[in-house]
């Protein structure tokens, strides 16, 4: 299985903030990887896949990048919304995995 | 606009068969990869396993001895089974759909059905 690992597992941050975060795949998988926001008591939501691009409807603060085993997610100026965990997920092989997730919270 | 919605019972006994069904609406049976996915109290995402329209399936190989994942063309519904449950597998079950080929990622959800393992 690859294993999806990222860092850090909570960042506190203000408003308006620039943030970025980061997934690292235990092999390469190109660029199948995609971000998911999650808020409690609610299902993910997707944001980007393909590494880099915005699932339709989502805020263009929001970018992704990288390539092979490291990627990041990049939020341009934290908004209310945005306080919520951040997964990602490769779907380069099965079994299909998710990182442990990032909590984002409000400093 | 797919829309999946889970339903099942919420409490298990130990050792019995967890069963949940997701209800498809808005979308084509045949245009998506039917799957699960879980997330115990507290923790991250886990994929379970998929159904294709074909019958194909593909499944976690850290449930895959326990695990039947079923798709029911008629009704728009496909179905979980996991036997032997303990109380590891206490999660919130969520369906979702991927288009398959590399789009491989989880565009739509269901809300997730809490189900408790507990004798």
């Known amino acids: 299985d690859i294993q999806m690992t990222q860092s850090p597992s909570t960042l506190s941050a203000y408003v308006g903030d620039g943030v970025t975060f980061t997934c690292r795949a235990s092999?390469?998988?190109?660029?199948?990887l995609a971000w998911f926001q999650q808020k409690p008591g609610r299902a993910p939501k997707l944001l980007i896949y393909?590494?880099?691009k915005l699932q339709s409807g989502v805020p263009s603060r929001f970018s992704g990048s990288g390539s092979g085993t490291e990627f990041t997610l990049t939020i341009s100026s934290l908004q209310p919304d945005d306080f919520a965990t951040y997964y990602c997920?490769?779907?380069?092989?099965?079994?299909?995995?998710f990182g442990g997730g990032t909590k984002v919270e409000i400093k | 606009q797919v829309q999946l919605q889970e339903s099942g019972p919420g409490l298990v006994k130990p050792s019995e068969t967890l069963s949940l069904t997701c209800t498809v609406s808005?979308?084509?049976?045949?245009?998506?990869?039917w799957s699960w996915i879980r997330q115990p109290p507290g923790q991250g995402l886990e994929w379970i396993g998929y159904?294709?329209?074909?019958?194909?399936?593909d499944y976690n190989p850290s449930v895959k001895s326990r695990v039947t994942i079923s798709l029911d063309t008629s009704k728009k519904q496909y179905s979980l089974k996991l036997t032997a449950v303990t109380a590891a597998d206490t999660a919130v079950y969520y369906c979702?759909?991927?288009?398959?080929?590399?789009?491989?990622?989880?565009?739509?959800w269901g809300r997730g059905i809490l189900v408790t393992v507990s004798p």
């Open positions: 979702a759909s991927f288009s398959g080929g590399y789009r491989n990622y989880f565009d739509y």
């Open positions: 808005g979308g084509s049976i045949s245009s998506y990869y």
């Open positions: 159904v294709y329209f074909s019958g194909s399936t």
């Open positions: 092999q390469s998988i190109s660029i199948w």
């Open positions: 393909d590494t880099s």
């Open positions: 997920q490769q779907y380069n092989n099965s079994p299909f995995t």
